[in-house]
């Protein structure tokens, strides 16, 4: 009968530290998890009080804080207006008279990678599309309906020329690779803001900034935008049109607003013989793109 009883208060015993064990186990774990949801509420209250005087705006964050909220800093794209100038790389028209093969267009580091070239296209670009308007070519030199193709160009004309070729890589293996730069033909002397055109992006701007703000522009919304006027050669300001949106009417608004009473004046273009003549430029601004 003993036995049987101490045997009985062993097992009760057994149990009995399996059990405090266990709950103290949770216990412990409880507490981790406590602990680590008070530091990151911690962390998340000292960013909280250094952000929400520099903004109203309220943004949800993390699964675990679904009722929390954190305020962030409107975005003002300081780097909003990208650039303004011809639509594509400018080449002037004087230059492409002359052009008679690839050299005229890369340089010679550009070139002494190629190992074989595949085929040489130059396309011809209208609104903002290619045309059927090409011609190809196998080597650098370019063919007569290449040549035809190029002297047909003038001033604001845009084109592609695009290169495919074989390029040995680090360890002597040949790959496919492509190049395709995008041209416009300039004048031989450009239009010229006379403040100059770090002030002309500095005035677009900073003027344009209440409108941004007003708009509540969403980085992920945003699209890159083309804003094209001609300068005449009066100097004048004409035919401001915008060629893409930023996806924020108020903003574009603004913009077209902007360039169309741009203070300051510009210096009018000219061509080979000195005569003033018109010029297209665009101004790139929103999301960095194409």
Same mark, same amino acid.
């Given at each position: 009968?003993?036995?049987?009883?101490?045997?009985?208060?062993?097992?009760?015993?057994?149990?009995?530290?399996?059990?405090?064990?266990?709950?103290?186990?949770?216990?412990?774990? %409880?507490?981790?998890?406590?602990?680590?949801?008070?530091?990151?509420?911690?962390? =998340?209250?000292?960013?909280?009080?250094?952000?929400?005087?520099? %903004? =109203?705006?309220?943004?949800?964050?993390? %699964?675990? $804080?679904?009722?929390? +909220?954190?305020?962030?800093?409107?975005?003002?794209? !300081?780097?909003?207006?990208?650039?303004?100038?011809?639509?594509?790389?400018?080449?002037?028209?004087?230059?492409?008279?002359?052009?008679? %093969?690839?050299?005229?267009?890369?340089?010679?580091?550009?070139?002494?990678?190629?190992?074989?070239?595949?085929?040489?296209?130059?396309?011809?670009?209208?609104? !903002?599309?290619?045309?059927?308007?090409?011609?190809? +070519?196998?080597?650098?030199?370019?063919?007569?309906?290449?040549?035809?193709?190029?002297?047909?160009?003038?001033?604001? +004309?845009?084109? #592609?020329?695009?290169?495919?070729?074989?390029?040995?890589?680090?360890?002597?293996?040949?790959?496919?690779?492509? #190049?395709?730069?995008?041209?416009?033909?300039?004048?031989?002397?450009?239009?010229?803001?006379?403040?100059?055109?770090?002030?002309?992006?500095?005035?677009?701007?900073? #003027?344009?900034?209440?409108?941004?703000?007003?708009?509540?522009?969403?980085?992920?919304?945003?699209?890159?935008?083309?804003?094209?006027?001609?300068?005449?050669?009066?100097? =004048?300001?004409? =035919?401001?049109?915008?060629?893409?949106?930023?996806?924020?009417?108020?903003?574009?608004?603004?913009?077209?607003?902007?360039?169309?009473?741009?203070?300051?004046?510009?210096?009018?273009?000219? #061509?080979?013989?000195?005569?003033?003549?018109?010029?297209?430029?665009?101004?790139? $601004?929103?999301?960095?793109?194409?």
């Amino acid at each position: 009968m003993k036995k049987r009883i101490i045997i009985f208060v062993a097992v009760l015993i057994t149990l009995c530290l399996t059990v405090f064990g266990v709950l103290e186990r949770k216990d412990l774990k %409880s507490e981790s998890t406590e602990a680590s949801i008070i530091k990151a509420i911690a962390l =998340n209250t000292t960013f909280e009080e250094k952000v929400t005087k520099e %903004s =109203n705006i309220e943004t949800t964050i993390g %699964s675990i $804080f679904k009722k929390d +909220s954190i305020k962030v800093k409107p975005e003002i794209f !300081e780097d909003f207006i990208y650039d303004v100038g011809p639509r594509f790389a400018p080449m002037k028209k004087s230059a492409i008279e002359k052009a008679t %093969s690839l050299e005229d267009f890369f340089t010679w580091e550009e070139l002494r990678v190629i190992s074989e070239i595949k085929f040489i296209e130059i396309i011809i670009i209208e609104n !903002e599309r290619q045309t059927p308007k090409r011609a190809i +070519s196998y080597t650098k030199t370019f063919t007569d309906a290449q040549l035809k193709l190029i002297q047909s160009f003038d001033y604001t +004309s845009h084109f #592609n020329i695009r290169v495919e070729y074989l390029e040995k890589n680090s360890v002597g293996k040949l790959e496919h690779k492509f #190049n395709s730069p995008h041209i416009t033909i300039v004048p031989e002397k450009q239009t010229e803001y006379v403040n100059g055109k770090d002030e002309l992006k500095k005035y677009l701007r900073e #003027n344009s900034r209440e409108a941004r703000i007003k708009a509540n522009v969403d980085p992920m919304k945003l699209q890159p935008a083309k804003l094209y006027f001609t300068v005449t050669k009066e100097g =004048n300001i004409e =035919n401001v049109k915008l060629d893409r949106t930023s996806n924020y009417p108020l903003v574009d608004k603004t913009m077209i607003e902007l360039i169309k009473n741009l203070p300051g004046n510009w210096k009018p273009a000219e #061509n080979a013989k000195g005569n003033k003549m018109n010029q297209e430029q665009v101004v790139t $601004f929103g999301l960095m793109g194409c």
